[in-house]
T-cell receptor
Framework: SQQGEEDPQALSIQEGENATMNCSYK?????LQWYRQNSGRGLVHLIL?????REKHSGRLRVTLDTSKKSSSLLITASRAADTASYFC???????????FGTGTQLKVEL | DAGVIQSPRHEVTEMGQEVTLRCKPI?????LFWYRQTMMRGLELLIY????????DSGMPEDRFSAKMPNASFSTLKIQPSEPRDSAVYFC?????????????FGPGTRLTVL
């Protein structure tokens, strides 16, 4: 079963705007990761945040984690048309075990 | 490194036929995962291996599905007999245990259509 639930399911914005996606999960975690999937392709790892971290940045990506609320958010700043993709959160318990993926947010960035 | 390699990329078959999907993980990765993705059910974990040994196959939908990993560089997912509802994109992913973070590297997927 899917532990992560992304919100919103779909998001459409204009190029240059910021995009925010949220993820909620149910059980304790070691880390939370975000992946991107372009149409017809495999998932690509974007960024990881550990359970003892609250915020992490990578380029135009900013991830926050609130373990008390069991939620995370992914912010993409100054979006580009090339950011159009589906974004998935995934939770892990560490030690090389399986990840549990969410349902994904479809982001469309229009010119 | 070439990344995770899957073959074939596309497979069209008729109901009742046997289908074999193949995966070559990234060299040195200890974990291998098989996923299925559909619009209706999203991304589902079917089975995963650690050091060639199946660890969790609770996601395998039924006995028609089987997976093997005869060595560290090769895995197969077999469906016999195939049914139209098996139509989906099947992904293979691998993960290095040493990372300790469960980060997975996905292949390009095999798009399976069962007529």
């Amino acid at each position: 079963s899917q532990q992560g639930e992304e919100d919103p399911q779909a998001l459409s914005i204009q190029e240059g705007e910021n995009a925010t996606m949220n993820c909620s999960y149910k059980t304790s975690i070691n880390n939370l990761q975000w992946y991107r999937q372009n149409s017809g392709r495999g998932l690509v790892h974007l960024i990881l945040i550990r359970s003892n971290e609250r915020e992490k940045h990578s380029g135009r990506l900013r991830v926050t984690l609130d373990t008390s609320k069991k939620s995370s958010s992914l912010l993409i700043t100054a979006s580009r048309a090339a950011d159009t993709a589906s974004y998935f959160c995934a939770t892990g318990k560490g030690g090389g075990n399986k990840l549990t993926f969410g349902t994904g947010t479809q982001l469309k960035v229009e010119l | 490194d070439a990344g995770v390699i899957q073959s074939p990329r596309h497979e069209v078959t008729e109901m009742g036929q046997e289908v074999t999907l193949r995966c070559k993980p990234i060299s040195g990765h200890d974990y291998l995962f098989w996923y299925r993705q559909t619009m209706m059910r999203g991304l589902e974990l079917l089975i995963y291996f650690n050091n060639n040994v199946p660890i969790d196959d609770s996601g395998m939908p039924e006995d028609r599905f089987s997976a093997k990993m005869p060595n560290a560089s090769f895995s197969t997912l077999k469906i016999q007999p195939s049914e139209p509802r098996d139509s989906a994109v099947y992904f293979c992913a691998s993960s290095p245990r040493t990372s300790g973070t469960d980060t997975q590297y996905f292949g390009p997927g095999t798009r399976l259509t069962v007529l």
